[in-house]
């Protein structure tokens, strides 16, 4: 097999899927192979990226009112709310299919980029691999031929490709049975109305008449996807934890981060990190800020210090506690020095597939306190690296925070044990090797299958 690939993710950035399918195309490229990355949406100038033009392979009709409508939000940015207005109304203009489909409920696959996509890379890749696919770039309705034209790998990043269209589907199991009568809608990504049977089915029969390689950061959702729809179109599946750079997510002296930083030195600092801190659908954002509190009243001759970090605001008081709003910080490097100056991560999610936030802190030697949901269950050895606790609890969560920051020596050794898992299990290193691995298995099984299909 030749070594060139080609990563397919819904925009290119650091974090969650973005971050893990940037990590595998540098990579790759630093260890010498052919890599492409193709995303729905570019948000610099990474090399060898290149956009899902679905603009280019549209009608003429398309090809108009797409260009009209990039010429006019590049122009209106000074009108309020006109450039917002342009890039949602205009592309439903272009592409009346969308318009329909966003009224009746179903999940808009309206894009004729995705048919050819080899195409908008230099060269024909021996491996695709696909990372989230929603997020208005790409169609599902390509997957029959395209894993039948080259060998091509999915990671569940979320749940998405399993139900009828919500990311996560938290409580509810009609993703089992077929979906319909959703209770919640409004879960992103949202639909109008509840056409959810109907793309439960639509993606069922996509699948039946694909060939997937199926990749899952945590057992959690790979248990979930041999429950699913998926699993039909699943010929390998494999388990591979995500994996994070431990050159730059690695222990350092608190007391120089917080110089750094300028942050105090004699507070308690607990942290938590989220693009959209207060929005967040899979964050319990009010719960952390229970707990915040609640250690407050505890800690009473301590003042306590929690780094929002995600969110552009202004400093809240809560108590003898303070609430910190940083913004968004994509850059690697400081994020790291910002846990380094952390006494504790604070994780309250409501639903999480394997949160790289996670394995950043706990690599950075900051002992994690999270809630026990999802594939966090993989990544923190409770009582070793952290504290997991139920979800919803507030006060058990409060009482895990304090029992940490009270006892320096248990801090202490859980920072060591957090470093020593993360060395262990979640290198950047490791998830790549296991990726390369499973990508020899993939075209090799891929191989005999279209070689048995041309001598029937």
Same mark, same amino acid.
């Given at each position: 097999m030749e070594h060139c690939f080609c990563q397919i993710n819904t925009q290119d950035g650091y974090g969650g899927a973005a971050g893990i399918c940037r990590t595998l195309h540098q990579e790759f490229r630093r260890r010498g192979l052919v890599s492409y990355a193709l995303v729905g949406k570019r948000k610099g100038e990474a090399p060898f990226t290149f956009l899902v033009d679905n603009d280019r392979f549209g009608s003429l009709w398309t090809s108009f009112w797409m260009a009209l409508a990039n010429k006019t939000a590049k122009y209106s940015g000074k009108v309020r709310g006109a450039q917002r207005t342009c890039e949602q109304v205009l592309p439903? &203009? $272009?592409? !009346? =299919? +969308?318009? *329909?489909d966003f009224l009746s409920g179903r999940e808009d696959f309206n894009f004729p980029g995705s048919e050819n996509i080899l195409r908008m890379i230099p060269e024909k890749p021996d491996i695709v691999h696909l990372h989230n696919l929603h997020g208005d770039y790409f169609d599902l309705r390509v997957l029959p031929i395209l894993t039948k034209t080259v060998p091509t790998v999915l990671t569940m990043h979320d749940l998405w490709m399993l139900t009828g269209h919500c990311a996560h589907p938290f409580g509810c199991d009609k993703w089992q049975r077929g979906c319909g009568e959703c209770p919640d809608l =409004? /879960? !992103? !990504? $949202?639909v109008r109305k509840d056409a959810t049977h109907f793309n439960w089915e639509r993606k069922k029969n996509l699948f039946a008449a694909s +060939? *997937?390689? &199926? &990749?899952t950061p945590s057992q959690w959702a790979l248990d979930k996807m041999e429950l699913s729809i998926l699993r039909s179109g699943a010929a390998l599946t494999r388990l591979i934890p995500n994996g994070i750079d431990l050159n730059i997510f690695s222990p350092g002296d608190m007391g120089e981060a917080r110089a750094q930083l300028g942050l105090p030195y004699d507070m308690k600092i607990i942290m938590f990190a989220a693009n959209g801190i207060r929005k967040s659908p899979f964050r319990d954002f009010k719960m952390m800020i229970e707990v915040v509190q609640r250690v407050s009243s505890m800690m009473r001759n301590e003042k306590i210090l929690f780094l929002a970090i995600g969110e552009d605001s202004p400093p809240e008081k809560e108590g003898l506690g303070e609430i910190k709003f940083i913004p968004y910080v994509k850059d690697p490097y400081p994020l790291a020095v910002y846990y380094r100056a952390a006494d504790v991560y604070l994780h309250a999610a409501l639903a999480d597939v394997f949160p790289t936030v996670v394995l950043e802190a706990l690599a950075c030697g900051t002992p994690v306190v999270a809630t026990s949901v999802g594939g966090i269950l993989e990544q923190i050895v409770d009582g070793r690296t952290g504290f997991l606790t139920p979800i919803g609890d507030a006060e058990t969560m409060a009482h895990a925070v304090m029992e *940490?920051? $009270?006892? =320096? #020596? *248990? #801090? /202490?050794y859980m920072s060591r044990s957090a470093v020593q898992y993360s060395a262990l299990h979640f290198s950047k290193q490791k998830m790549v090797d296991e990726y390369l691995s499973f990508y020899a298995e993939a075209a090799e099984d891929w191989n005999i299958f279209t070689k048995n299909l041309s001598n029937e």
């Open positions: 439903y &203009v $272009a592409t !009346p =299919k +969308r318009w *329909l =409004k /879960s !992103p !990504p $949202a +060939r *997937l390689y &199926v &990749v *940490l920051i $009270a006892d =320096k #020596q *248990l #801090q /202490s």
